[in-house]
């Protein structure tokens, strides 16, 4: 069965700490994307990686894909309350480029003041 | 700026009733899909299409059908409303090739 498991499901973190969300999928894709949902909104595309070693950066988030390991990880540098949401990764299904993804099952994030 | 509308925010409508929920995008996007997100349940896909006339079946897709007749324009249709199809319906559209995915804001369906 095709799995993307994210892990941990619920986060409550200070604010200026760190943390890493992980992405692990059994997909055989090598496309790994990250969006982000705040409550009773849509999800907002946050990072899209397109092969093995592929990072992206924006503001406070980091993204990285290791295909090998078929993890991905959603790194928060000294966390905001503005980061506070619901974050998901999602695996294409099979080989490249269906856009038929298989979602993990969202990781919220709180952050306190 | 890439825009995925749908018809509706939120839509209350009885058991057994037809309902339609419309998706446009402005993008000339040729991969449209429609997933439901329930808590608990994550996003599920119901049914995606690659191009106009064309629709495949995702993992859901019991009780809808969908149309694509125009290249920016996929509807979900709901044959006859159950309560169990209460939910969060979200529209998204992309490009054929990698990249990103856009999300339309989302409709709320409730059956009563």
């Known amino acids: 069965e095709l799995k993307v498991e994210q892990n941990p499901l619920f986060l409550s973190m200070q604010e200026g700490k760190n943390y890493t969300i992980y992405c692990n999928y059994s997909?055989?894709?090598?496309?790994l994307y990250w969006y982000r949902q705040d409550p009773g909104k849509s999800l907002e595309s946050l990072f899209v990686?397109?092969?093995?070693?592929a990072v992206k950066q924006e503001g406070r988030l980091m993204a990285s894909l290791d295909t090998k390991a078929r993890l991905s990880t959603l790194h928060i540098t000294a966390a905001v309350h503005d980061l506070s949401a619901t974050y998901f990764c999602a695996s294409d299904t099979r080989g490249s480029n269906t856009g038929k993804l298989i979602f993990g099952q969202g990781t919220t994030l709180q952050v306190k003041p | 700026d890439v825009k995925v509308t749908q018809s509706s925010r939120y839509l209350v409508k009885r058991t057994g009733e037809k309902v339609f929920l419309e998706c446009v995008q402005d993008m000339d996007h040729e991969n449209m899909f429609w997933y439901r997100q329930d808590p608990g349940l994550g996003l599920r896909l119901i049914y995606f299409s690659y191009d106009v006339k064309m629709k495949e079946k995702g993992d859901i897709p019991e009780g809808y059908s969908v149309s694509r007749e125009k290249k920016e324009r996929f509807s979900l249709i709901l044959e006859s409303a159950s309560t169990n199809q209460t939910s969060m319906y979200l529209c998204v559209s992309s490009f054929q090739g990698a990249g990103t995915q856009y999300f339309g804001p989302g409709t709320r369906l409730l059956v009563l």
């Open positions: 997909t055989t894709s090598d496309r």
């Open positions: 990686l397109l092969s093995n070693g």
